[in-house]
């Protein structure tokens, strides 16, 4: 059954007009800096033409297994056995959707919805999605506290006024006794939800395992294709260099909406090779390189599993 538009709160279609608004100003501020610099993105595209193959198909089977890795994770978030090859799939038609909507709102509607499809009830479906959106944070936080230590120098903090550190400090504290007051009332029983199924998640060892290897194979696989691509364009960067450069970067990006970071996961890779030390025509040329394999080649593939699997009833 197709909701109702008109049934949608006011204030939710005004969160949703504000999100869309920010996206449009993102990307719109993405194509002036890429019209700005198109001559270091045009050389970078030409080296990533004549980069070395075997290194990009490297790359190109380490994008595929971040579907797997997604589906693993997951499997691992619902207690309930779910079809194995209609998971994957619908990871990979999600994939293509995030990257069509605002800040993680296709991928989720998807996924949510083939939940919902397996027989798991709406709240349900969406508390295994915070189980798997928590998970994956944890792990990468875990990921950059160990590696951060391994590269040292490489996440260099800004020198910041004492005024600045001091403002920044009591808008923090107006912030969380703000939601504290607002926000946490209203949140309690689905955070106490989300713990409980946290709690049956890890009394089946199989599903905490798909679970956390899962989360830890997705941030890895992507970290392997930038490194794969960086390789292929003759780029000195050690593998542990560049995972922590990607989750920096891609953490950085997170807090932008922009539909599947684009712009924003874009400026800040780009950002953190160059600041590494790498020339700015070889950054564009590895940037250039893993959205390929992770966004625009897929793309138009997925948007046409989604489709198959809307017409197959399977969302």
């Avoid at 309930?80 to 998971?87: F, I, N, Q, T």
Wanted: contains cysteine.
């Amino acid at each position: 059954m197709v909701p109702n538009v008109n049934a949608v709160p006011a204030a939710g279609r005004r969160g949703v007009y504000w999100q869309s608004g920010v996206c449009l100003a993102l990307l719109v501020c993405a194509g002036w800096l890429l019209r700005r610099h198109w001559p270091t993105v045009e050389h970078g595209a030409l080296r990533l033409a004549v980069a070395d193959q075997g290194w990009l198909l490297v790359a190109a089977v380490a994008a595929v297994g971040t579907w797997a890795s997604s589906a693993l994770a997951q499997q691992g978030a619902v207690t309930s056995r779910l079809p194995g090859g209609r998971l994957v799939a619908a990871q990979f038609a999600a994939s293509a959707a995030n990257h069509v909507l605002p800040a993680g709102l296709g991928a989720g509607a998807v996924n949510l919805r083939f939940l919902m499809r397996c027989g798991l009830p709406a709240g349900r479906g969406a508390s295994a999605l915070a189980v798997k959106a928590a998970a994956g944070a944890v792990v990468r936080l875990a990921l950059i506290a160990v590696l951060a230590p391994a590269c040292p120098g490489l996440l260099r903090t800004p020198h910041v006024p004492m005024a600045a550190v001091l403002a920044l400090a009591v808008v923090a504290v107006g912030a969380v006794a703000l939601l504290r007051a607002r926000v946490w009332p209203r949140c309690r029983g689905v955070v106490s939800a989300v713990a409980a199924d946290i709690r049956a998640l890890h009394a089946r060892p199989v599903r905490a395992v798909a679970l956390w290897g899962g989360s830890l194979a997705f941030a890895g696989l992507h970290a392997l294709v930038l490194f794969a691509v960086i390789r292929a364009v003759e780029l000195p960067l050690s593998p542990a260099r560049v995972a922590l450069l990607y989750l920096a970067a891609s953490g950085a990006a997170a807090l932008l909406p922009t539909p599947g970071g684009l712009g924003s996961l874009d400026a800040a890779l780009a950002l953190a090779l160059t600041a590494s030390g790498t020339p700015a025509a070889t950054a564009a040329s590895a940037v250039l390189g893993y959205r390929l394999l992770t966004v625009w080649l897929p793309l138009l593939p997925g948007l046409l599993v989604l489709g198959l699997l809307v017409r197959r009833r399977a969302l």
